[in-house]
């Protein structure tokens, strides 16, 4: 077993880097445990929003609302903008679970897609403030700038036949390589 003074002294520099990296172990530990890529929503939250949104815009030729990334946006914006909506996300959610139960005696995400769009429908007359909220929620986030979260891949652009805006700022640029100014 090795003693300190066969080890040599430790200097100051020492000592203080293995805190730093003790510090960081320590502080990397004690963390919560939210392996989750929601920054607001909950696993649970998000599934029962996708599910939503999927009835507002379902999938045909093109992306539903939320493959083409509509609960991503949701969420960045009630981590952001949308602080003020967060409770009314959370009441609204847990309310949909409630009416999915009470008439259909399951979660929202374990009905068929014919129940779901019963319960979103349901929950267009139960809950009118909220759907309407979710409703421009996931229209903003299916038809805004990726950049956001949303329409991913630019998808309903394409399903419209729109090209891409050029980012803001940019269009000065084009026109000199198009030989203008």
């Known amino acids: 077993m090795k003693t300190t003074s066969e ?16 510090g960081a172990v320590l502080a990397a530990g004690c ?19 996708s599910t939503i949104c999927d009835q507002i815009i379902p999938a045909d030729d093109y992306p ?13 914006q009630l981590a952001r903008f949308y602080r003020a909506h967060r409770d009314a996300y959370r009441i609204g959610l847990q309310n949909v679970q409630e009416l999915s139960q009470r008439h259909f005696a399951q979660v929202l995400e374990a009905l068929t897609a014919e129940k779901q769009l019963q319960a979103v ?5 139960e809950q009118a403030e909220f759907f309407e909220m979710v409703r421009k929620h996931t229209f903003e986030g299916f038809y ?5 979260g949303g329409n991913r891949d630019a998808a309903s652009w394409q399903m419209l036949g729109l ?8 269009a000065q640029y084009d026109l000199r390589e198009r030989g203008g100014q």
């Not at 609302?65 to 949701?74: K, L, P």
């Not at 805004?144 to 956001?148: A, I, Q």
């Open 64 to 76: 539903s609302a939320s493959q083409a990334g509509v609960v991503t946006y949701i969420d960045r």
């Open 7 to 22: 080890c040599g002294p430790v200097t100051r520099r020492q000592f203080l880097a293995a805190g730093v990296v003790g």
């Open 163 to 170: 090209s891409e805006p050029p980012l803001l700022g940019r």
């Open 144 to 148: 805004g700038s990726p950049r956001h």
């Open 31 to 49: 963390k919560p445990g939210r392996q989750s890529v929601w920054e607001f929503f909950t696993p649970e939250e998000a599934r029962t929003l």
């Open 121 to 125: 429908l349901l929950m267009e007359t």
